[in-house]
């Protein structure tokens, strides 16, 4: 399923989940959460079939949305298709605004070729960029 979102919100700490419990609760398929024990998450030691505490459920699942996100420095943005934050070709990035305040850089990844996106504001857009040069572009909404 793509975009399929986990979530440890709904996970109680001092309840106990077995694989089908612990796939309703955070939104991952029984196969997720099978994965999941082979890849670390600590089941109660000498129960079969597997439970899992519901305290070790939310820091299995809180430490594998941290080591995936790849914050962007000033002067960066992420590529989709690379899956890693690039420095923008010959040093440039493109401002396109889609409404009044909110807009979004776009410059060409130098390893794939394709465009890299950061959302980000008029007033935020300095900032982002860091050391990039920046050309505005005024062929979003027209401002009168
Ligand atoms: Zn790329």
């Known amino acids: 399923m793509a975009n399929h979102r986990v979530s440890a919100r709904k996970v109680k700490r001092l309840w106990t989940y077995n694989v089908t419990e612990a796939a309703t609760v955070t939104g991952a398929t029984s196969a997720t959460i099978r994965q999941w024990l082979k890849a670390g998450l600590q089941a109660v030691p000498g129960v079969r079939p597997s439970i899992v505490r519901g305290v070790d459920l939310i820091a299995?699942?809180?430490?594998?949305?941290?080591?995936?996100?790849?914050?962007?420095?000033?002067?960066?943005?992420?590529?989709?298709?690379?899956?890693?934050?690039?420095?923008?070709?010959?040093?440039?990035?493109?401002?396109?605004?889609?409404?009044?305040?909110?807009?979004?850089?776009?410059?060409?990844?130098?390893?794939?070729?394709?465009?890299?996106?950061?959302?980000?504001?008029?007033?935020?857009?300095?900032?982002?960029?860091?050391?990039?040069?920046?050309?505005?572009?005024?062929?979003?909404?027209?401002?009168?």
């Open 60 to 144: 299995f699942v809180k430490g594998r949305q941290a080591g995936r996100k790849r914050p962007c420095g000033p002067g960066r943005i992420y590529c989709l298709r690379c899956k890693e934050p690039r420095e923008p070709a010959f040093g440039e990035v493109e401002y396109w605004p889609d409404t009044a305040t909110k807009g979004a850089l776009r410059g060409l990844c130098p390893v794939c070729g394709g465009w890299l996106c950061r959302r980000t504001t008029i007033t935020g857009a300095r900032a982002a960029a860091g050391d990039l040069s920046i050309s505005f572009k005024c062929d979003g909404p027209s401002l009168g």
